[in-house]
């Protein structure tokens, strides 16, 4: 079992900076992909960023070149720097952990962390 703790998410005006990190209560490196999603009010979770454990990513569209996600393996964190804030990036953040076995998709998620964009 793998326990996520995410931290950063705030009140930030249109065009400001976060940065979120997730901590993992264990080895991220035995991990497939580590990830954040959000979930605005009234909408579905969505995928932000991905990143594997061979350090590919992949960002949704509407935050590319604006999102960076990286993982410090020595820390046991991910982080996902934010920049060029958008209204529309309001949501909560979570954080996601995939462990892939023969057949079985384990998926461990963190408790979220609130990120909202207004002036």
């Known amino acids: 079992q793998v326990q996520l703790v995410e931290s950063g998410g705030g009140l930030v005006q249109p065009g400001g900076s976060l940065r979120l990190s997730c901590a993992a209560s264990?080895?991220?490196?035995?991990?497939?992909?580590m990830g954040w999603y959000r979930q605005a009010p009234g909408k579905q979770r969505e995928l932000v960023a991905r990143?594997?454990?061979?350090?590919?990513?992949n960002y949704a569209d509407s935050v590319k070149g604006r999102f960076t996600i990286s993982r410090d393996n020595a820390k046991n964190t991910v982080y996902l720097q934010m920049t060029s804030l958008k209204p529309e990036d309001t949501a909560v953040y979570y954080c996601?952990?995939?462990?892939?076995?023969?057949?079985?998709?384990?998926?461990?998620w963190g408790q979220g962390t609130q990120v909202t964009v207004s002036s």
């Open positions: 996601n952990a995939v462990r892939l076995r023969p057949g079985v998709r384990h998926d461990y």
């Open positions: 264990g080895s991220i490196s035995s991990m497939n992909a």
């Open positions: 990143i594997t454990s061979d350090g590919f990513t």
